[in-house]
């Protein structure tokens, strides 16, 4: 079993930057794929960006590519998605989620955190 913890969400202005971190326990954490996924009000829950275990390799949604970047520290089991240039249309709830490694970064993802409140105001 594999726990995460986000952090960092909040409220910000249009245009504005926010750094989410989440932290890892319970198993190895490189023998993980992490990914971030957001759920607005009314909507279904959406890929927004992933790692590879090694950092090596990484894949975005295309509504945020160029303004997200997710990264990832195995000394410190922990993994951050850095938004810039963010957009009213970004607000929701931000989790992090974990898949093993051999699975490739899209497709299901089997644990996840409990999410972080992201409020983008216009």
């Known amino acids: 079993q594999v726990q995460l913890v986000e952090s960092g969400g909040g409220l910000v202005q249009a245009g504005g930057s926010l750094r989410l971190s989440c932290a890892a326990s319970?198993?190895?954490?490189?023998?993980?794929?992490m990914g971030w996924f957001r759920q607005a009000p009314g909507k279904e829950r959406e890929f927004v960006a992933a790692?590879?275990?090694?950092?090596?390799?990484?894949d975005y949604a295309d509504s945020v590519k160029g303004r997200f970047t997710i990264s990832r520290d195995n000394n410190k089991d922990t993994v951050h998605l850095q938004m810039s240039s963010l957009k009213p249309e970004d607000t929701a709830v931000y989790y992090c989620?974990?898949?093993?490694?051999?699975?490739?970064?899209?497709?299901?993802?089997?644990?996840w955190g409990q999410g972080t409140q992201v409020t983008v105001s216009s």
């Open positions: 319970g198993r190895t954490f490189s023998n993980y794929n």
């Open positions: 790692i590879s275990w090694s950092g090596g390799s990484t």
């Open positions: 989620a974990a898949r093993a490694r051999a699975l490739g970064l899209r497709g299901d993802y089997y644990y």
